[in-house]
């Protein structure tokens, strides 16, 4: 394993990517989601450090209670959440998904989505339990967690 080189940069330039307007989302009348998503982890760093990992999710909550203030004048329903993946750092994202023209896939439903689950330790500290709901999934062999905000309106 190299070692990772350019950490303050790095982070610098992760905070950043946390604001919103560093994506162009079309929140107008007419915006739309089909499951979009971001990986802020994209290269998987957090696979080799817990202290990065955990740097990771606590971006994602930031660009999560951004995207949730940005959409509450969107006008239509929406669902919003972070999907994080234990076994795979860099497949945590995340997701707006709203009703769209590709497909009749609004609200999404997830099989199997345990609401009642503990909550992991490495993460269970970032996670304020009057702010979110956590659930659990299996996808495959992965155990799959998913963030929400305890006020969006259509859970998964």
């Known amino acids: 394993m190299e070692k990772f080189r350019g950490k303050k940069r790095y982070f610098s330039n992760l905070w950043r990517q946390t604001n919103v307007e560093e994506y162009d989302l079309d929140f107008g009348d007419e915006g ?5 998503h ?3 982890d994209f290269l998987g760093y957090g696979n080799n450090s ?12 930031a660009l999560y209670r951004n995207l949730l203030k940005n959409l509450q ?8 959440w972070i999907e994080l993946i234990d076994e795979e750092a860099a497949l945590d994202a995340v997701y707006i998904h709203t009703p769209n023209p590709n497909e ?12 009642d689950c503990d909550v992991p330790k490495y993460f269970k500290d970032l996670i304020n339990p009057n702010e979110f709901n956590v659930g ?6 992965k155990n799959c967690y998913i963030i929400q905000s305890q006020n969006n309106k259509i859970e998964l």
Do not use: V
């Open 32 to 36: 739309w989601f089909d499951l979009w």
């Open 104 to 115: 009749d896939n609004f609200p999404l439903k997830i099989d199997k989505l345990n609401w």
């Open 50 to 61: 817990l202290k990065i990992r955990r740097e990771h999710i606590k971006a994602h909550l």
């Open 38 to 40: 971001t990986h802020l």
């Open 73 to 80: 004048p969107l006008g239509k329903p929406y669902q919003c």
């Open 136 to 141: 659990h999934y299996m996808w495959g062999s």
